[in-house]
T-cell receptor
Framework: EPEVTQTPSHQVTQMGQEVILRCVPI?????FYWYRQILGQKVEFLVS????????KSEIFDDQFSVERPDGSNFTLKIRSTKLEDSAMYFC?????????????FGQGTRLTVV | KQEVTQIPAALSVPEGENLVLNCSFT??????LQWFRQDPGKGLTSLLL?????REQTSGRLNASLDKSSGRSTLYIAASQPGDSATYLC?????????FGAGTTVTVRA
């Protein structure tokens, strides 16, 4: 069964460093997303991406964050200068469509720890 | 802004009992609703998707209902098993994004 794959599963980084989280969405999906879950809190939407453009982003997704689809299979989230409060589980998701009655499929997550 | 609430926050039942998990949302203009399962420290596994035009969706021992006009969904798990122990998340789709509830943590005692 097709699945969304995320690497690495766990990343530890020093405050102020740049990190790149990687995702391989399901191959025939067109919409890609990043969500995050701070420990003990709700899963929060960060950004949606379609046709090499951001289609929607939350207030969390400030200038420190960026997304990219560098090739036909990968989708990345970059955090330029990490802060302690960026420590969270980051989930990548993909769906065949963006709007409407479309199911989102999530990866297993990357646990980011900023020290 | 969409707000999603799940009640109860935690539930402990003996094996074999049926589970009832509730989800409510404030903005009824949704496209669909998904129920997910999350094991500790793990990812999100999609259990059921209910389209906005549907009232009910079933998969094995799982049944989910949707009352869009009143902003409610209920997930029923029949004949619970210890392997059903997990956190169950409800998420509603508006526009491009899903809004999640905080989840109901279920413990099924053997």
């Amino acid at each position: 069964e097709p699945e969304v794959t995320q690497t690495p599963s766990h990343q530890v980084t020093q405050m102020g460093q740049e990190v790149i989280l990687r995702c391989v969405p399901i191959s025939n999906h067109l919409y890609f997303y990043w969500y995050r879950q701070i420990l003990g809190q709700k899963v929060e939407f960060l950004v949606s991406f379609y046709n090499n453009e951001i289609s929607e982003k939350s207030e969390i997704f400030d200038d420190q964050f960026s997304v990219e689809r560098p090739d036909g299979s990968n989708f990345t989230l970059k955090i330029r200068s990490t802060k302690l409060e960026d420590s969270a589980m980051y989930f990548c998701a993909s769906s065949p469509q963006g709007f409407g009655n479309t199911e989102a499929f999530f990866g297993q997550g990357t646990r980011l720890t900023v020290v | 802004k969409q707000e999603v609430t799940q009640i109860p926050a935690a539930l402990s039942v003996p094996e074999g009992e049926n589970l009832v998990l509730n989800c409510s949302f404030t903005d009824s203009a949704i496209y669909n609703l998904q129920w997910f399962r999350q094991d500790p420290g793990k990812g999100l596994t999609s259990l059921l998707l209910i389209q906005s035009s549907q009232r009910e969706q079933t998969s094995g021992r799982l049944n989910a209902s949707l009352d869009k006009s009143s902003g409610r969904s209920t997930l029923y798990i029949a004949a619970s098993q210890p392997g059903d122990s997990a956190t169950y998340l409800c998420a509603v789709r508006n526009d491009y994004k899903l809004s999640f509830g905080a989840g109901t943590t279920v413990t099924v005692r053997a």
